[in-house]
DNA sequence: CCCTTCTGCGTATGACATACGCGTTATTGC
DNA sequence: GCAATAACGCGTATGTCATACGCAGAAGGG
């Protein structure tokens, strides 16, 4: 494992350096006939058009116009493609569009969640890229410190705010992962979308015991899982909660002493 | 795609037939050698000692002390050695301790999201199986039921008290996901977990652009990250705030008439 | 002008999931 | 009893994939 140290300093991941666009261009040899950037974005088009796991370095090559293994003078290993894919792919965020201090957190945040899972959405197969550590990519570091910000002026602690960002952005993955896991299965079964709902529903009524799972039976006579579901219930229902949790904290910690704020074991 | 449809009536997927023991044992031929608890408890015994990306039909034979195809004869592809794997290593949940109802309904969660965690924690690796879809299988069913059931005498509808369910269990599940992945680091890495949070720090702080990232400059000022952190912390933290999210929920819901809840979900 | 360094890429290797079919074995209908 | 039948275990084959290795040609640097 040794790391290609290039302009930096230290040693940095081999994905990460292609991240930030940190690799040594070297003026010796012939020209390069291709660049990451086309292969990155042809690797995109390809998880696009027929999903994550068409993504093969022989797909990939081929949507170039090269040979398999010429991809590998540009990306040292197929995860280093997904990590640049991934960076490709959600972009950078927007600017926000209020950014008064102080009062409008909630708005912000909402704002930030929904751009997010905008973006997720977009590229449903980046939910299908397995997460490689914490974030340390040009546009994750651009898209946490947006979520900082909106908490700017909230009183929260520094520390607090990265816990809050974190929160909500695992539940924003969560969802949109759902949604995606639905999505496939809806293409996989070739029916609509209100076709496998029912189906789903048709099959919890078969397994469902009402002795053993009185709640489940009462959700399914209540008939709350039989009209035509909002797509995006579930997600601004979550968001909702997630926000009142933080505006609970918030009143915690700004109202009372300068304490950590934890609540969790106070009793 | 053709359906087997066995004792049952309809046409159940195959994976969920296996998990719910519908499977029609037939008394035709040989006696069967192996059987599908054996295997299952194999490639259990492999994820666990050797992550699941270890997990293959070859291996998981060997294990068991048979042939590579013949595992097809009791499972009708890997995907549905995922969803046994994932049913028998989560198991079902515990009885919950306290079923007060009406009154401790937060503790009652608490509780059921922090049994969630301990089985994730115990088998990461169950994170990184792919979800297929919505839960089905029996001991999805009794810990889904288990969360309405702490949720029993809040007063929420039954549509809330399931969104509730799922909004707390994609958090555990994120929660747990993002442990997985430092645990990988640390393993990959060969070093200490503090080596590893030391290491991200560092980058971290090349990285960022103090003008670009003010936010995040900040927090790495404040040492809010260099402090030996509480592995339960970002746990603890996200399950308060999703907690007093639901408890301005209830107080919404059961204090004044009977609204669906807020205007987030007016469709 | 040659030597170093980088290029694209053909070939090879080793996993892996799984389709197919064969010989074998136990049960069932007669 | 006895064949017909249906499951069994499993060897073999196929196709896909990531990627190690090494070669031949190109482009600057001395």
Redesign the pocket.
């Known amino acids: 494992m040794a790391e290609k140290s290039s302009s930096g300093g230290g040693d940095l991941p081999a994905s990460l350096e292609a991240a930030w666009g940190l690799r040594d261009r070297?003026?010796?040899?012939?020209?390069?006939?291709?660049s990451l950037e086309r292969i990155v974005a042809a690797a995109v088009d390809v998880a696009s058009a027929d999903g994550l796991a068409?993504?093969?370095?022989?797909?990939v090559a081929q949507e170039v116009g090269?040979?398999?293994?010429?991809l590998?003078?540009?990306v040292s290993?197929?995860?280093e493609l997904y990590v640049l894919m991934q960076e490709a792919a959600f972009g950078p965020p927007e600017p926000l569009s209020a950014p008064e201090p102080g009062a409008g957190w909630r708005e912000a945040l909402a704002e930030w969640a929904s751009a997010q899972r905008d973006r997720l959405h977009a590229h449903l197969w980046l939910l299908r890229i397995p997460v490689g550590g914490p974030p340390a990519t040009p546009n994750s570091l651009a898209w946490w410190e947006q979520g900082i910000q909106a908490l700017e002026g909230s009183g929260l602690a520094e520390g607090d705010k990265t816990s809050v960002v974190l929160l909500v952005s695992n539940f924003v993955r969560s969802e949109a992962a759902l949604m995606a896991d639905l999505a496939a299965a809806v293409v996989a079964r070739g029916v609509s979308p209100d076709e496998v709902a029912a189906s789903y529903e048709r099959t919890l009524k078969r397994l469902v015991d009402p002795a053993r799972h009185p709640g489940i039976s009462r959700l399914l006579e209540s008939g709350a899982m039989s009209g035509p579901e909002d797509p995006d219930y579930e997600f601004t229902f979550g968001l909702e909660r997630l926000l009142d949790g933080v505006e609970a904290l918030i009143r915690k910690t700004d109202g009372g002493p300068r304490v950590p704020a934890d609540g969790a074991n106070s009793g």
Chains 1, 2 share one sequence.
């Open positions: 070297p003026a010796k040899g012939p020209k390069p006939g291709l068409a993504v093969s370095m022989g797909r090269a040979s398999t293994m010429s590998y003078r540009y290993a197929k995860d």
